[in-house]
């Protein structure tokens, strides 16, 4: 197997193309899942703001189940 030359212009060339290559790849990850995210959120909001949303979360450390309620100050609209 040959040895690379990090002297060499053409490797450095080469493996800063590689690393940008990388990066964008990544990025581009991070960005389908921020918009999972913003997906996940989105929905949740429109779930509260029309009735109110129960959620069950266990501590991973002690097991203690603890309940969250979250409930919209919005009216509906229709309903006086």
């Known amino acids: ?20 290559n990388q990066l964008i790849k990544h990025l581009d990850i991070l960005d389908q ?14 779930r509260v703001m029309e009735k109110p949303l129960t959620m069950e979360i266990v501590c991973p450390k002690c097991g203690q189940s603890i309940q969250l309620n979250v ?7 229709g309903k006086d």
């Open 1 to 20: 197997m040959a040895s690379r030359d990090k002297g060499n212009p053409v490797t450095q060339q080469v493996d800063r193309e590689l690393d940008i």
């Open 33 to 46: 899942r921020l918009d999972n995210v913003d997906s996940i959120i989105t929905s949740l909001v429109q």
């Open 71 to 77: 409930t919209s100050s919005i009216r509906l609209r």
